[in-house]
């Protein structure tokens, strides 16, 4: 099976990826342009030169573009901040140069983002970050902090291993949701939010070594699993206490 999908079908593999790029890139520019809600598949099929039918065939619905989106900024990030996780081995350095990439990533995406973000802020929708769908997306998120928090001079008590990164990306929502009505020039404010955030979180951090506060990170996480919408699908429940 294995050799087969790396034999003659490689060429049309690539070409199907090169489509579905195509189809993506191009609702991008229509929602920035016209607006999600305004953006039909008819049009963006047209606009990228396919049939309506081979854009359903890449993508089943716009909700499904915006996964793909989200996917590939997990990636790209993933990648950009491998410089970053390399050089640094402080947790706030770390942790700072992570949230500025994504905002360095993003940035072309401002005012989309403000477009959609009444369709993503809706916890029953598939473009909620806390969403199933969002899944793939959110792991991939999830295991950069992973990254960050693994390879920082800081030690880390073993029932907190899991539980930091979840925590340290729900940070970083908080800071994409302030970013989203930052309206200073080029950001700023989000930029400076970033670092003093990593700052906050790396002192956090660097307490909770300290058994007497350990259980306070596991409320806090026990805390966002039961109450913030969608969260108990995302995050595992807390062990048993005792």
């Known amino acids: 099976?294995?050799?087969?999908?790396?034999?003659?079908?490689a060429?049309?593999?690539?070409?199907?990826?090169?489509?579905?790029?195509?189809?993506?890139?191009?609702?991008?520019?229509?929602?920035?342009?016209r607006g999600y809600d305004k953006t039909t598949m008819r049009a963006i099929a047209t606009e990228a030169g396919v049939s309506v039918g081979n854009a359903y065939y890449y993508f089943a619905g716009k909700e499904h573009l915006i996964q793909g989106f989200y996917d590939r900024i997990a990636?790209?990030?993933?990648?950009?901040?491998?410089?970053?996780?390399e050089r640094e081995t402080e947790l706030e350095g770390r942790l700072a140069g992570v949230l500025t990439v994504w905002l360095d990533l993003a940035r072309p995406y401002h005012e989309f983002a403000v477009q959609?973000?009444?369709?993503?802020?809706?916890?029953?929708?598939?473009?909620?970050?806390?969403?199933?769908?969002?899944?793939?997306?959110?792991?991939?998120?999830i295991r950069v902090h992973r990254t960050v928090l693994a390879g920082a001079k800081v030690k880390v008590a073993p029932e907190l291993r899991?539980?930091?990164?979840?925590?340290?990306?729900?940070?970083q929502m908080g800071l994409v949701l302030y970013w989203i009505f930052d309206r200073t020039e080029g950001s700023e404010r989000s930029y400076r939010l970033a670092r003093r955030g990593a700052r906050l979180t790396a002192r956090g951090v660097a307490l909770a070594r300290f058994r007497v506060l350990?259980?306070?990170?596991?409320?806090?996480h026990e805390l966002f699993t039961d109450f913030l919408p969608g969260m108990t699908r995302v995050l595992r429940s807390p062990a048993p206490k005792g």
């Open 75 to 85: 990636a790209e990030h993933q990648a950009a901040v491998r410089d970053v996780l």
């Open 162 to 171: 899991d539980v930091l990164p979840e925590l340290m990306w729900l940070a």
């Open 116 to 141: 959609f973000f009444k369709n993503a802020a809706d916890p029953d929708s598939p473009l909620s970050p806390f969403s199933p769908e969002s899944e793939h997306a959110r792991e991939q998120a």
């Open 1 to 9: 099976m294995s050799a087969k999908n790396d034999g003659p079908d």
């Open 214 to 220: 350990r259980p306070l990170v596991l409320e806090v």
């Open 11 to 33: 060429g049309s593999q690539s070409k199907s990826e090169q489509t579905r790029a195509l189809i993506l890139e191009t609702a991008m520019r229509l929602f920035q342009e």
